[in-house]
T-cell receptor, first 114, second 116 residues
Framework: ETGVTQTPRHLVMGMTNKKSLKCEQHLGHNAMYWYKQSAKKPLELMFVYNFKEQTENNSVPSRFSPECPNSSHLFLHLHTLQPEDSALYLC?????????????FGPGTRLTVL | AQKITQTQPGMFVQEKEAVTLDCTYDTSDQSYGLFWYKQPSSGEMIFLIYQGSYDEQNATEGRYSLNFQKARKSANLVISASQLGDSAMYFCAMREPYSSASKIIFGSGTRLSIRP
């Protein structure tokens, strides 16, 4: 595997379910991110992890719980979600800090909450 | 607060024509980075081109070039000789400088459709 991978690619869940999204990067980067992309809205940054430490929580509801066990893996644990949480969830990674480092994105998980 | 504005929600362009996608930004910082990403219908965000605020020359990557006008705070993407595969959403983005981990702000995007 190369680049940034995300599983599953598609997920349908009920409001009472608990599920997890997984992201893995094979680029040797130290920073990882979760973004939410809803229809007709700009991409929203949710969480930032830097060397496994969370450095940014963009006022995300507690029903979204991130976990970063190491610099290569990032999880997003989901529980008691709402229909408005349906969106494309994108994971990204980048080398540590520095203005000229682009972020590399995974293919995303398209989440539907019923 | 930093902000990215893309005023063209959608554009139609004839194949082989050049196209310019507009992007303006707002920041009080002197050091920042500007990016363009392409998002095909598959969903993956693909990095296209980068421009640093201190770069004196406009960035170019193959058919992509960035028309950087610092005084106007604009960073328009120019695609030369458009192809059918260029049909996608295009996002302009800006990185906050000196952040502990590369936080990027995205614009609302422009949907580009190439006509054969």
């Amino acid at each position: 595997e190369t680049g940034v991978t995300q599983t599953p690619r598609h997920l349908v869940m009920g409001m009472t379910n608990k599920k997890s999204l997984k992201c893995e990067q094979h680029l040797g980067h130290n920073a990882m991110y979760w973004y939410k992309q809803s229809a007709k809205k700009p991409l929203e940054l949710m969480f930032v992890y830097n060397f496994k430490e969370q450095t940014e929580n963009n006022s995300v509801p507690s029903r979204f719980s991130p976990e970063c066990p190491n610099s290569s893996h990032l999880f997003l644990h989901l529980h008691t979600l709402q229909p408005e949480d349906s969106a494309l969830y994108l994971c990204a990674s980048s080398p540590l800090a520095g203005v000229n480092n682009e972020q590399f994105f995974g293919p995303g998980t398209r989440l539907t909450v019923l | 607060a930093q902000k990215i504005t893309q005023t063209q929600p959608g554009m139609f362009v004839q194949e082989k024509e050049a196209v310019t996608l507009d992007c303006t930004y707002d920041t009080s910082d002197q050091s920042y980075g500007l990016f363009w990403y392409k998002q095909p219908s598959s969903g993956e965000m693909i990095f296209l081109i980068y421009q640093g605020s201190y770069d004196e020359q406009n960035a170019t990557e193959g058919r992509y070039s960035l028309n950087f006008q610092k005084a106007r705070k604009s960073a328009n993407l120019v695609i030369s000789a458009s192809q059918l595969g260029d049909s996608a959403m295009y996002f302009c983005a800006m990185r906050e400088p000196y952040s502990s981990a590369s936080k990027i702000i995205f614009g609302s995007g422009t949907r580009l459709s190439i006509r054969p």
